[in-house]
Each structure stands twice: as C-alpha cells, then as structure tokens.
C-alpha cells in the first residue's frame, strides 16, 4: 500500500512537474503577436488548471487517507489503482524496446519482411507465449503487411 | 431536381457503377478495420489510378471507400479492441465486452445496422435540405465554434472518466499537447522542444493510434490473461432479431444520428467528437437509470455501441455537401475529394448542381447508397472477421503493433509519427495505469486548436469585445449548457465526497 | 528538341524520345532509368498537390518511368522539404513546392533546410491571391473597398488562410499602397477563409484564387482586385491586377519543381526537358486553365531568376507588417 500511495503522489508531482515545464517554455512568448490573447495564455491556462488539479487531487487524497480508520478502509481510497503488476513490467519494456528498434530498421528497409520476422524473434523470446502461434501469426501479418504496402501500392502508382 | 436524384439512382444502379461503389466500399472496409490507415490516404493514394476512369466511376470508389471507412473501424474496435478509425474509439468501450462474452456476431451486426441507419437517415434529411446546409454551416461564427468545442470536450471529459478529477486534468494534457506547434494566429512556435518536425502541431493521426492501438496493446500485455481467449460466438444472429433490436433502441440511434448529423456540418469538430458524445449520452442515461439495462456502462450495452456507430456515419452528409455546393471542403477527405474534382476539370461550388447536375447529384445520391453497399459489404465480412476471435489474443498483439507502427508511417511517409504513436502508446499504457481517461486526451487533442483558435479569432475580429460570446445565439445556447454542466458537476462532486466520507466514517464496508 | 506542341499521345511520345537522345548528354541517355518521386510537402487535396497531378497526369506521354507523387506532410511544410534536400541528388527525388520556399525562413528562424538547399527545374504555373467580399457590402471596386477601409481605420475586417502567407502579404500591399489599416484575420486555410466569407463573418476575405471562383460567377462573391495578372478561363467578368490598380508590387504565387542542389547539370537539363515538354503541353495548358492557374515554364536559371525576384518583392513586404 505504500508503493500505491507514493505511485500516486508520484504521478500528481509529475504532473505538477508538467504544469511548471509548460509555464517555463512558454513565458518568451507572452508578448507575441498583436492578437488580443497571446500565444502563451491558451498553454499557460491548461497547465495552470492541470496543475490547480493535481494539488486538488493530492490534496483530497491525503485528507481521505487521514480520515480512514481502518487499513480496509485506507487500503479503498486507492480505488482500483493498486492494481500494478511490476511482474508484467518486463513484457511492456520488452515491447517498447522493440519498437524503437523496429522504426529504427524501418527507416533503413521500410516495410522488409525480414524486419518484422527479426522483430517478432526477438518477441518470442521474451515470452509471449505461446511460441508456434505467435510466430505463424508474424509471418502471416509481416506477408500481408508487405504484400498491402509494398506491392499494391507499387503497382497503384 | 427531383428529376435530376432520379436520374442519379438511374445512374448509380447501373451495374458497374453499383459495381465501383460496392468494390469501393469494401476496400473502406479493410481500410477502416485496419488501425492507421485513414481514408484520406487511402484517397490520396487511389487518385492516380483514377485518372485513367470516367469521372463518375471514379467517384463512385472514392465515395465508397469514405463512407465505408466509417464502418470498418467497428470491426477492430470491437473484436480486439483496437478501434481501425479514431471515431470508432467509442465503439470499443461496449464493443469489445460484448465480443468478450461471445457476443461479437451480434455486436459487429448492432454496429453495422446502426451505422447504416446512421447514414441513411441522415443523408435522407440532408438531401432536401442540400441547398440550404452549407449556407448555414459557414454561419457558424468563430465565437460558435470555439463554444461548441468547448462545450463537447467538456461534456465528454466529464461524463466518460471514472474519477472527475483524473478526467479534467487529462483534457487539460490534451489540450496543452495541441497547443504544441506554430500559433496559427501569430507564427509563434509553442512548445516544440526544438524538434521541426513539431512545427505543425503533434501529428494527430499518429498520436491517436498511439493513444487508442499502442496502448491498449500494452495494457493487454501487462495483464495475466493474455492468453485468454473469448468464447467463440455462440448464437447466430439473423435479420429479424437484429431488427427487433435496432427498433428497441431507436431512441438512442436517433439521439445519434442527430448528434453526427449536427456535429458533421461544424468543421474541424466532426466524427471523432460525434461517436464520443453518443456514448457519452447513453452512459448518462444509464446511470440515471433512464434507460434500463441489465448491465452497467462499459460490461457490454448494446445501446453504447449503437449510438456512437449511427453517430459516425451520421456525419458523412454534413461534412461533404458543403464541399459539394460551396467548394468548401469540412474535412481531409473531403478536401482530397474536392481536389479530385478538380482534375476531372470539375469545379465544385453554388454552380455546380446547374453546371455539371450529373456529377452533383450523383455524387450526393451515392452517398446515400454507398450506406447500402457498404452495409451488404460488411454483413459479408462479419464471419470471415468474427474468426479473429478465434486466434488467441497474444498472437495479435504483435500484429496489431507492426500494423499501428506502420499505419502512422503510411499517414504522412515519415518516421518521426513511428516515434509519436510509440510514445503516445508509452504515455497512453501510464495513463491507463493511473486511472487517467485517454479518450479525454484524445478529445483534447483535437478540440483543443478548434477552441482555441477560434476563441482567439473571434476576439480579433470583434477587436477583443467578449460580447461576441453572448451575442450569438449558438455560442450563447453553449454558454448557458455550459454553466449548467459545471454547476450540476460541482453540486454531484461535493455531495458525493459528502456522503463519501460520511459512509467512511460511519460504516466502512459501504463504498 | 525544345518544344513539344503536338497533344496527340503517339506523336508526342516520339518527341520526347527524339528529345532525349539528341540532348547529348552521357548520364543523361538513358536518364529515367527508374520511377522518378516527387515529394508534395504538404497535405492532398491543395492547390500544389492538385496543380502537380494535373501536370504529371500525362507523363506517360513524355518518359517511360512512372511518376510518383508523395506526400510528406508535417512540420509544418519541414518535414517533407527536408526529406527531399537529403535525397540523392540523382535526379529521381524531387521537390514540389509553392512561394513557402521563399516566405518561410522569412517568419520562421533556424530551420533546417531552405531555397539554397535546392536548385529549380523550372516554374510551372502561376495563381494570384484574389480580394473577394460580399454583394451585400455594396463595393464594387477595390476604390470602394479602401473608401470603406478609410472611413473606419482598423475596423474592416479581411480574412487570410495563413500568416505570412502571400495572400498576407497582398493585403499588406494594399495597405501599404492607399494608406489604410484594416483587421487582417488568419484562418488556417483556404476552405475556412472562404466559409468565413460566405457566412458574412468577414467584410473581404483573400484567398488564393481559383477558390471561391464558382462563388463570384454565381454573384455570391465580388472581385475586387487579383494580386497579379490571372489567367481564369471560367471567370465571368474583367480582371483588374495590381498593377491595372496602380499597387507597385506584383504578387503572384508560383509552384516550381526542385531537386536537391548537388543535382549535376545534365540531369538538371533533362529533367526540365522532360518537365517542360509536360509544362508546355496542350493536356497541362488546358488543365491549367480550367482549373484555374496560369500555366507558364521559366526552366532552371531563367526559374532563378525569377524565384529571386519574387522572393526579394515578399521579404519587402514583410517588413512592412506591423
């Protein structure tokens, strides 16, 4: 519960962090054009309502935590965000990974086949299961991904 | 006219015309099921092959494939979640649960029928006013405009997340994340972080597939249940059922329909805020218990996904004839259209009907049709589809993610909107995480340069007398609907932290 | 070898094949060996992306490759401008673009790429910004306009589809020139600058013609004054220009081809060779006309040239906002 409270007011500083960053960036144009609003008051105004948010939210969140009697009763105020799984973090850190290495071979060969079937190896073994399945689908959607772009589109021009 | 619309069916119902629009329906089909691609690519790229065809041929498959893009998104929406167009993310919301139980047949056939329903009854009501409704749609002021994002963006923020405050501050983030780009009223570059590619605005089409594909991808991969696998679809489902269905929930297809007949008409808001404001409805109506049903939001209403589905397809009308009557465009595909006619030597505007009849009216009259062929297209495809289900989850995931990446490369040729849907999908999956709403971002994201802009217009034009805001009627009606909408959420927020830590204080096991 | 006049396809094919072997240079015998791409920098649909398709329709009449037109969209222009400075400068990747080449770096500091990055196959057609307000203002002629103009300083209002933009900087030439101010509004657009129009939310609005062409013969629109000489075949009454109107400035909006600026010479010729058979050809010039741009061909230096006067005219200009 610990971890749940400060994931919590974790993400509301960042957002915070946010709010901030924004009035940061764009306080060079305040001033900018002749318009009646500047170019800065649409950004400043949503991150400042951001921001006046978060500290709401924070705010409520601790007062209720306080309030709470029993660790039940403290253990509900997460209201569902407990629920992280770090057991599942490699799978989406895995993915992520992978998709930046995909744009980046994909810049160098778009739409290769051999690109999604290397990228889809490497999906296997990070244990998506089951293997034989994934790896008849990747080569079934890599086919028709390559047969999609590369050929109809080719012969449409 | 009327001569003229006969003329046109007679047109259209030759065989091979009917032929092109059935072909180019289906090939909208594919195109909306497929997340990434959008029909003004798919537009773009078939007009070379259309130079080669007589002019209303060629319309007949750009038609087609607009109209039947706006029904193809359902099916990937609803059988993995993965909604194939941004205006079918709302579809997912019920969607995608009723596949879950084994009710994807009879979800995707709710879906298809409202759809046509949408569109036919939308383009019924359109074509005698055509003459009329590009008149009024260009009366829209600034002031209306902005009002009327305003307004949708916070009905929908409010009404579709599960904490009031997460809500709020996710349309906040969408909002600050469109203002990124040149200020389109003073040149001023905003928060691009120094990256030209962002000198445009955060690719929107990349942003969403992130949003809605990328991280819906990832959250299926973080559960345990990955491998789960639904039911496969028990029950046939035939026409008579269906039908007895569409007619127990007319009401909230009419409510639809309305909404995307309205909302296609107002450029820049269109059918991606239309399907959201549907279902935003028909969840109101049911936790108000209006509307009865033997299931919460989001555990599978049918009524949830038959709004959003008439409500998309609603739009078509609205957004086209102006196109059609005044040159003016109200979308990208309508744009890609409208330079299609060019070619052809055609030019679109108030001469056009007189001009070249044949072409107007049969390019209004197939847009009706294309509601039909695109209807007999997809109950085709509804089996060969359904069979999705029937390959285990995690074997799409994969394929889902190549086709997400790949479509955002498709939309502008770049592979900076790989990077932008990728760490959309990133930032989506965190949002998820923290009980964020991503369809708020979403909506944020493409109300926030209608609001904007226009807001920020309108005082320039009126040389900043915010008067204008009251002193049109529509923008007037938003204010007011508006002010009521906060009172109502402020009143529901405070008794409900009220009675909320009453009960806590008082008996803990009541939630 | 230079011109290319006969519109029947066989005859015309012929040409283009004598054209070619008789340029004489090595490189260039057999030079679209492969499809060529030209890249649009900006979204389909456009007066640029229409006028590309519309000259390169024909192609087949004038190579044997295939011409491929793609849109690299984004950044606002950037992105795709950039992607074709970067191409090999074999001849096979070129550029399509319009005056943003030369009034971009004007408004926008440091960006990555710019004019000096290309060198110009040729300029191939010509539109203007035309004034445009309603019937109901009662104006019949740009004196009537900046009569109004000068009655209320500052409060007319004139819509424009983009800042910086050569319909922009046509107004500021009218200003400029009769000593008036009046309310210039952005609108992100053509298509939105005429609805504003039309709606009567604006009293004139400058859109880049042939839009809202349909609009004026059907009297829903008035012209008032076009920003350079313009060619509208369909435009049913007289066209007053810049000049005719006494402004000094003459402002048109080109579209040229472009390919990257380490393009060696001799395919720079065949290329405008192989696009200046297309730009003088009866299929283009009747497009042209039709559609509603002035179909020209100044080939590379001559296209320099006249880039770089058009250029320095709008740098002028641009000084003057504000």
């Given at each position: 519960m610990r971890h749940a409270l400060i994931q919590e007011l974790l993400v509301l500083t960042a957002i915070l962090a946010i709010s901030v960053l924004v009035f940061l960036q764009t306080s060079s144009i305040?001033?900018?054009?002749?318009?009646?609003?500047?170019?800065g008051t649409f950004p400043r105004l949503a991150a400042g309502t951001m921001g006046v948010l978060a500290i709401l939210r924070m705010l409520m969140f601790v007062a209720k935590l306080r309030t709470a009697k029993s660790p039940a009763e403290k253990a509900r105020t997460f209201d569902g965000m407990?629920?992280?799984?770090?057991?599942?973090m490699h799978r989406i850190v895995a993915a992520t990974v992978l998709m930046v290495l995909y744009i980046f071979l994909f810049r160098l060969v778009p739409f290769a086949p051999l690109t999604f079937t290397f990228i889809f190896l490497v999906f296997l073994s990070f244990g998506v299961r089951p293997w034989k399945r994934l790896l008849i689908s990747t080569v079934l959607s890599s086919g028709f991904l390559t047969i999609l772009f590369v050929y109809i589109v080719g012969i449409v021009r | 006219m009327t001569s003229h619309i006969l003329a046109a069916f007679a047109d259209i119902f030759q065989p091979m015309s009917f032929a092109f629009l059935f072909v180019g329906s289906a090939l909208g089909l594919l195109v909306g099921v497929l997340p990434g691609l959008s029909s003004p690519m798919a537009l773009a790229i078939l007009i070379p092959i259309t130079f080669g065809m007589e002019p209303f041929s060629a319309f007949m498959i750009l038609i087609g494939i607009y109209v039947g893009t706006k029904t193809g998104g359902a099916f990937a929406a609803i059988l993995i979640r993965t909604p194939g167009t941004p205006a079918a993310a709302a579809t997912a919301m019920e969607g995608f649960p009723m596949a879950q139980r084994g009710e994807a047949g009879r979800a995707l056939a709710i879906s298809i029928g409202s759809s046509f329903l949408g569109g036919t009854v939308s383009w019924m009501v359109a074509v005698p006013l055509v003459g009329v409704i590009g008149l009024y749609a260009v009366r829209i002021s600034s002031a209306d405009l902005a009002m009327i994002g305003l307004m949708a963006l916070a009905a929908v923020s409010s009404l579709s997340g599960r904490d009031l405050l997460k809500g709020l501050m996710s349309s906040c983030l969408g909002l600050i994340l469109a203002t990124v780009g040149l200020d389109e009223l003073t040149g001023t570059p905003r928060l691009t972080l120094g990256y030209y590619q962002m000198l445009g605005g955060i690719p929107f089409l990349a942003a969403i597939v992130g949003l809605f594909a990328i991280a819906t991808v990832l959250v299926d991969m973080s559960e345990e249940a990955v491998n789960a696998k639904p039911p496969t679809n028990r029950g046939r489902f035939n026409l008579i059922s269906l039908m007895r269905e569409l007619w127990s929930m007319r009401k909230q297809l009419a409510v639809g329909t309305t909404i995307g007949s309205i909302l296609g008409v107002v450029p820049g808001v269109g059918s991606d805020t239309a399907g959201w404001l549907s279902f935003a409805y028909v969840k109101r109506q049911i936790e108000k218990g209006f509307l009865k049903s033997d299931r919460k939001i989001g555990e599978g209403v049918p009524q949830g996904l038959a709004a959003p589905e008439a409500a998309n397809n609603a739009v078509t009308g609205g957004a086209t004839i102006p196109m059609l009557t005044l040159g003016i465009p109200g979308d990208g595909s309508t744009a890609i259209m409208l330079g299609a006619l060019m070619l052809f030597g055609l030019q679109p505007g108030p001469l056009f009907f007189h001009e070249s009849p044949d072409m107007a009216y049969g390019i209004l009259i197939a847009l009706g049709v294309a509601n039909l062929t695109t209807l007999l297209a997809a109950v085709l495809l509804i089996r060969p589809f359904t069979a999705v289900l029937r390959i285990d989850r995690s074997m799409l995931l994969g394929s889902v993610l190549i086709l997400a990446l790949a479509g955002s490369f498709a939309s502008t040729n770049n592979t900076f909107e790989m990077m932008i849907a990728l760490s959309f999908g990133v930032l989506g999956y965190l949002m998820h995480r923290f009980g964020f709403s991503i369809p708020a971002v979403a909506l944020g994201l493409i109300l926030g340069p209608v609001i904007e802009s226009n807001f920020r217009r309108a005082l320039m034009i009126s040389r900043g007398d915010a008067m204008v805001f009251l002193t049109s009627p529509i923008s007037l009606i938003c204010i007011i609907l508006l002010t009521l909408l906060a009172g109502k959420l402020l009143y529901d927020f405070v008794s409900k932290s009220k009675t909320q830590s009453e009960t806590q204080n008082n008996q803990p096991t009541n939630k | 070898m230079k011109f290319i006049t006969s519109s029947i396809a066989g005859v015309a094919a012929l040409a283009a094949a004598v054209a070619v072997s008789f340029s004489g240079a090595s490189i260039a015998q057999d030079f679209p060996s492969k499809p060529i791409q030209i890249i649009n920098a900006f979204a389909p649909g456009g007066a640029t992306d229409t006028a590309i398709r519309g000259l390169t329709k024909m192609s087949d009449n004038f190579i044997n490759q295939p011409i491929v037109i793609d849109s690299v969209t984004g950044g606002g222009g950037v992105t795709g401008i950039l992607q074709a400075s970067r191409a090999k400068p074999d001849g096979y990747t070129l550029l399509v673009a319009d005056t943003v080449m030369t009034t971009l770096p004007l408004f926008q500091e440091n960006l990555p790429v710019s004019a000096e990055d290309f060198r110009p196959i040729g300029v191939f057609n010509l539109r203007g910004a035309w004034l445009l307000a309603r019937p109901s203002k009662g104006w019949e002629t740009l004196a009537d306009f900046v009569a109004a103009a000068k009655e209320r300083p500052g409060e007319l209002t004139v819509g424009v589809p983009?800042?910086?933009s050569p319909q922009h900087l046509a107004v500021i030439a009218i200003e400029d020139t009769f000593d008036v101010d009046v309310n210039i509004i952005p609108y992100g657009g053509g298509a939105p600058t005429m609805a504003a129009l039309l709606g009567d939310q604006i009293d004139a609005g400058m859109p880049g013609a042939p839009a809202g062409l349909d609009s004026v013969n059907a009297g829903e629109a008035v012209f008032l004054v076009a920003s350079t000489e313009l060619e509208l075949v369909k435009f049913k009454g007289d066209m007053i220009s810049f000049p005719e109107a006494g402004i000094p400035h003459d402002l048109g909006i080109w579209a040229a081809l472009w390919a990257p600026k380490d393009t060696p010479d001799d395919v720079m010729a065949e290329l405008a060779t192989i696009f200046g058979g297309m730009a003088q050809s009866d299929d283009w010039t009747n497009f042209a006309r039709s559609y509603g741009v002035t179909p020209i061909w100044k080939p590379l230096d001559e296209a320099e040239a006249y880039i770089g006067a058009s250029a320095k005219s709008m740098s002028d200009l641009a000084k003057l906002i504000k």
């Open positions: 305040m001033d900018a054009g002749g318009s009646q609003v500047a170019s407990y629920d992280w799984n770090w057991g599942n | - | 983009a800042l910086s």
